[in-house]
């Protein structure tokens, strides 16, 4: 079974202030990682994946199989990072993809 | 954003009345999925479809139906509504398995009175 857990319901943090939001998984094969993003009235949308390494909105995740970890960070902290993110893991070819519980991100001016 | 159209947008229906909810895609991919969305629970799979007619349970199917006649729409469909499945509905779709980029619809906000 796979299973994402994301341990915190809400973070706030300060304007400028580092941004680190956790994830674990469990998964006994290769995991597919991703965090998806819902900003005030729009659709969920993918932030990022692990396979493609990139940073997105000055965001970046790093997977660490061995604690098996994904989260996500961001140094400097901005109003319009404010939102609901969702952890997300599916398994190589497989057609499931299960997503944490979310954090809701809350950045304070 | 992809072209994914959920009807209706919101709905309210009285216990033990059936309920369909429509996802119509644009984009000819071939996977198709039907989440809801709680609080506490994140997201979780109802069912999911990966070609016309071939369809399989997700997590939290019990008490839920999905069909799908025609690449472009997936329906789900709530046999005879509780007020358990109060809650906001999201399709989403992809061109491959799982592990590629999922787009999603605006969600269907359903209350169950």
């Known amino acids: 079974a796979q299973r994402v857990t994301q341990p915190e319901k809400l973070l706030s943090v300060f304007k400028g202030a580092p941004v680190e939001l956790k994830c674990n998984y469990s998964?006994?094969?290769?995991?597919?990682l991703f965090w998806y993003v819902q900003y005030s009235r729009q659709r969920l949308q993918l932030l990022l994946r692990?396979?493609s390494r990139e940073s997105i909105k000055g965001f970046t995740a790093d997977l660490n199989k061995g604690e098996t970890s994904f989260h996500l960070k961001k140094p400097f902290a901005q109003e319009e990072d404010s939102a609901m993110y969702y952890c997300?893991?599916?398994?190589?070819?497989?057609?499931?993809?299960?997503f944490g519980t979310g954090t809701k991100l809350q950045v304070i001016p | 954003d992809a072209g994914i159209t959920q009807s209706p947008r919101h709905k309210v229906t009285e216990t033990g009345t059936p309920v369909t909810l429509r996802c119509h895609q644009t984009e000819n991919h071939r996977y198709m999925y039907w989440y809801r969305q709680d609080p506490g629970h994140g997201l979780r799979l109802i069912h999911y479809s990966y070609g016309v007619k071939d369809t399989d349970k997700g997590e939290v199917s019990d008490g839920y139906s999905v069909s799908r006649s025609k690449t472009e729409d997936f329906l789900l469909t709530l046999e005879s509504a509780t007020s358990s499945q109060t809650s906001v509905y999201f399709c989403a779709i992809s061109e491959e398995t799982g592990n590629e980029k999922l787009f999603f619809g605006s969600g269907t906000q359903l209350s169950v009175l």
């Open positions: 692990h396979i």
């Open positions: 997300a893991l599916s398994g190589l070819g497989y057609q499931k993809v299960t």
């Open positions: 998964y006994s094969g290769s995991p597919e």
